[in-house]
């Protein structure tokens, strides 16, 4: 798909990987809605590459209905949505205090998965309206799971039941997304250098840096940007999971 000229909407869009796509979309020559809850990381996102901050809690039916009609207004119909805002805050299902709270649980499975089919059915609505490119694609929609899903470990089970989620939705969105053009791909990253990972102290990310089979080195927020424009590319990739993780396969802790 050709990316000059056309409207896009990243969702946490303040940080990160989000916040890479949002410049990596713009210097393509694409409108880029820059969503997030956090809207100092969005403003500054959206001045440096020229695209547009907009307040969206991907939890909120209201909130993204409204951010998404401000998105159209400003850029057109958006054929590309990237949804990469998430949380994950950790907890065992029994930990020292007792059972995890199941409002903790809640709020992972909520921003996680339902953010992203809350963006999914929104956008969607109305991508199905925007006029056919080659192929008769009208657009793509990529979520953002991980390796989680598949090996999550001691304390990710809210994050890894929501990442799950997201890997199950995938295939059932790009089959009923099909008769209107819409593709859908979930890229599932391994470890990646973020803000959520400059928390840690650096042994424990020198440590978390050897992991991977190859290459010995943490993912970076352009590594994912670069497979995003690889999906634009290829009108052929539909309905797939793509780990992104030099072959790391993740131990119990
Ligand atoms: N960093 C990694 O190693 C890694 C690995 C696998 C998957 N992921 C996934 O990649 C995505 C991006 O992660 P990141 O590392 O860039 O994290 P990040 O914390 O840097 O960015 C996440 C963004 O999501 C936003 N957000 C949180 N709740 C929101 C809500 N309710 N509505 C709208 N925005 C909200 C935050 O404000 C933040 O700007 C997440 O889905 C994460 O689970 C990250």
Redesign the pocket.
Known sequence: MELQGRAAIV??G?????AECARTLAAQGMKVAV????ME?ARAVAQECGGTAIE????SSDSAEAAVAAAREANGIAQLLIN?????TPGRIVGRDGPLPLEAYEAVIK??LI?TFNMIRLVAADMQEAEPMEDDERGLIIN?????AYEGQIGQAAYASS?GGIVALNIVAARELARSGIRVNTIS????D????AGLPQEARESLAQQPEFPKRLGT?KDYAKLVLQLCDNVLINGEVIRLDGALRMAAR
């Open positions: 969702t946490g303040g940080s990160g990987i989000g969503m997030d809850v956090n990381g969206c809690d991907v939890t990469c805002a998430g949380i994950g921003v996680n953010g953002t799971a991980s390796v989680a990442k990253p391994g470890l990646i973020t803000p959520m990972m927020p």
